[in-house]
């Protein structure tokens, strides 16, 4: 058991979390299991600052994450992300589940090691099949909670950060585009450059320099990019490269704009310029990207 209100969730303030609830410390990983069944009321939901993972034990339909519906069954696993409102429309009765709630920190801090390029650090809103080995790891850390071995708690430990891995390895997906509607969600130092952010997303297409980055942050400019690399895992150039890239694939996607009309609107200087990038990131050049997206 653990009383840490850091990973407390709403419903579970308004209940004897001793009867309804048992909650299992691993660090930075919390796995909470519903004891006994709850009811769920009408438009409940819940907002937090870490990473969840919902493993319905029974069905749970039309879950709501933001605007987005998911209907939830035993066997699955559905990701929630920091910042991310979720929860139910309409009241549910007898509901069971596990929750494994993660230290965004050690989650972002995660990603980037299994992946360098990695950008965003958002899952996606869907139901994944829950994979075998990662409900063998859950079932291991609730058996190892349940007895007084030596060692347990180091075991366990190693069980989290193992499960930690599998859910990067099966169900993070490099995002091909960003939605300009929606703001980048930024967790821990990242929250530091939200202003030098939000200036990348909405002016992207202009003419940016590191010193105009660096003031919008009050830094100078060998301060700004050394705190934005370790933030982000990438320079600040690259990262507004990678803005731009998001956006030249969106409107190769859904516009018939010439492609150096495209790279001049997404920031590029030249057509040249603007299929080398492409190439070295994609792998193709803009027209081969456009001719395959096509016929989707």
């Known amino acids: ?3 840490n209100d850091k990973f407390m969730l709403s419903i579970m303030r308004t209940r004897d979390r001793s009867a309804h609830f048992t909650t299992i410390s691993c660090g930075f990983v919390h796995v909470v299991l519903t004891g006994q069944p709850i009811d769920l009321p009408s438009e ?8 969840e993972f919902l493993i319905p034990l029974t069905p749970l339909r039309q879950f709501q994450i933001e605007d987005q519906s998911v209907d939830c ?5 559905i990701p929630i ?10 009241a549910h009765s007898e509901v069971s589940y596990i929750l494994l709630l993660i230290c965004a920190d050690s989650m972002t801090r995660l990603i980037r090691q299994i992946n360098v390029n990695a950008f965003g650090f958002l899952f996606p809103h869907c139901a994944f099949p829950l994979r075998s080995d990662i409900q063998h790891l ?15 708690e180091i075991l366990m430990r190693c069980l989290a950060e193992e499960l930690l891995v599998l859910l990067v390895r099966h169900y993070y997906r490099q995002p091909a585009s960003l939605d300009l509607s ?7 130092e990242q929250s530091r450059f939200s202003s030098v952010v939000r200036h990348m997303r909405l002016h992207y297409a202009e003419r940016l320099s590191v010193e105009d980055m660096a003031a919008l942050c009050n830094m100078n400019c060998f301060h700004f ?12 150039y690259n990262y507004l490269t990678q803005i731009r890239l998001s956006n030249a694939r969106r409107l190769l996607i859904e516009t018939r704009l010439p492609v150096a009309e495209v790279g001049r609107r997404c920031g590029f200087r030249s057509p040249s310029r603007f299929s ?3 190439q070295s990131e994609d792998g193709q050049t803009p027209s081969r990207f456009r001719k395959e997206h096509a016929s989707l």
């Open 225 to 236: 990019i050394r705190t934005f690399k370790r933030a982000f895992n990438t320079s600040p």
């Open 44 to 51: 409940f939901s819940d907002i937090h600052n870490f990473y």
């Open 73 to 77: 069954q035993p066997g699955q696993i």
């Open 81 to 90: 992300n920091p910042g991310q409102r979720h929860g139910v429309k309409s």
């Open 276 to 278: 080398a990038v492409f």
């Open 138 to 152: 859950i079932s291991r850390l609730i058996q190892e909670s349940k007895c007084a071995y030596c060692g347990r």
């Open 182 to 188: 929606v703001p980048e969600i930024l967790v821990g």
């Open 1 to 3: 058991m653990t009383s």
